[in-house]
């Protein structure tokens, strides 16, 4: 049901603005404050990397947990209560005492980060005007590229000059603002789907849904590939000094905003599936040419807002891809994105640090973030091709 009334819009947008807000800085804050983190816990940056895995796969756990035991509930009595949960696991982790029990909170934590975005999504889109749909839910991510112009670099400046833990307390304040946002400026939307929980899991019968996971999964591993071992990469590669990196995460994040913008307004005025390949086999090049321009500080930052840029412009498009494919089961299949592309969180961070812990320097990264994202540009052509043999079978029938 679209609204007629564009001041409840974008007050609704605003409150999802807050609460990705919130969550980007939960996610992305690590990669800033991984070095003074792994200090603090005298442990090594591969095992304080594992951090940032371990949220992802609170994500991937997460997105279809949390929408399936609320699918019978209002999604704006749903977004409240997982914006309470991003407060309260925030908070536990800023007071942790040890590193498992670190590790055991940042797990909570990413448990309702794809719930949030993926319901988030869908009635963004359902509250947008027709042919908007894309940039009502890039406005949703633009509180991931805020988190990394503003929140990020904030969290970083307190988490090396003062401490991390305060940083955390920061992102739980947020997140129970953002809750009461969506409580008071969020309007009750219903879902258009009458299609229960168990026949919505019907999706994964289509070959298609897999080539977007795919793209999901694998090919935005080599954002985080990158991004994850950033700091380490700017200051023993690039030469920059650790206070620097405050500034490096507001490039990053300048990008990131800039990328978020075009990616939406991309995918409405073409389509999701060539925005996306497009911009995937860009970040493939981007990755590849860091690994030269990163010798030099200016063309380092340059190449730091450029992969900020590509990697969050593929966002809005492949939100509306999957969104499009899975008809009827619109929550699951977007909350679904959430969790497969942190799955690529995952990888990334995984993936990009075996080389660093075998001595291979903190360029390597880049190496596996160009090879991964490669393989999401193959997941896009697959799909074209499975999107043309159906189009040909149905000119036949």
């Not at 939406?264 to 990755?287: E, K, Y």
């Not at 200016?298 to 498009?317: D, N, Q, R, S």
């Not at 190496?367 to 697959?382: E, I, M, R, S």
């Amino acid at each position: 049901m679209k609204s007629t009334n564009t001041s409840p819009i974008k007050l609704s947008l605003i409150s999802l603005l807050l609460g990705g807000f919130s969550i980007g800085m939960t996610e992305f804050l690590m990669m800033g404050i991984l070095p003074d983190l792994s200090k603090s816990l005298q442990i090594s940056i591969p095992e304080a990397g594992h951090l940032i895995s371990i949220y992802a796969l609170g994500v991937v756990i997460g997105a279809p947990l949390m929408v399936g035991l609320t699918s019978n509930l209002p999604p704006r009595k749903v977004l409240i209560g997982l914006m309470l949960m991003v407060g309260i696991f925030n908070g536990l982790f800023a007071l942790a005492g040890n590193y498992p029990l670190l590790l055991a909170t940042r797990f909570l934590a990413g448990l309702p980060h794809g719930a949030f975005f993926g319901i988030g999504a869908v009635v963004a889109s359902k509250l947008a005007e027709p042919g908007r749909e894309a940039r009502a839910v890039s406005v949703m991510f633009a509180g991931l590229t805020v988190a990394n112009i503003i929140g990020v670099p904030l969290g970083t400046f307190i988490g090396h000059n003062y401490s991390w833990r305060y940083s955390f307390v920061l992102i739980a304040a947020v997140a129970l603002l953002a809750a009461l946002a969506v409580k008071v400026w969020m309007p009750s939307v219903k879902s258009e789907s009458e299609t229960s929980f168990l026949k919505s899991l019907n999706i994964f019968k289509h070959k298609e849904l897999w080539f977007i996971i795919g793209i999901s999964a694998i090919g935005t591993g080599g954002m985080f590939a990158w991004i994850s071992y950033i700091a380490p990469l700017m200051t023993e590669v690039a030469g920059f000094s650790p206070n620097v990196m405050t500034i490096i995460m507001v490039v990053a994040g300048f990008g990131m905003a800039v990328g978020n913008f075009i990616g939406g307004r991309l995918a409405d005025r073409f389509s999701p599936l060539t925005t996306t390949t497009w911009l995937l086999l860009c970040m493939v090049g981007a990755l590849l040419l860091t690994v030269v321009m990163v010798q030099m500080q200016p063309t380092a930052v340059l190449m730091t807002f450029l992969t900020g840029a590509i990697g969050f412009g593929v966002i809005a498009p492949m939100q509306m891809l999957i969104v499009q494919q899975a008809k009827g089961a619109e929550m699951l299949a977007s909350s679904l994105l959430q969790a497969t592309s942190n799955m690529g969180n995952a990888l990334g961070a995984f993936l990009g640090g075996l080389p660093i812990a075998a001595g291979f320097g903190f360029i390597s990264p880049l190496y596996v973030g160009a090879a991964l994202a490669f393989t999401g540009v193959l997941f896009c052509l697959l799909l074209v091709v499975s999107h043309r043999q159906r189009a040909r079978n149905v000119a036949v029938a």
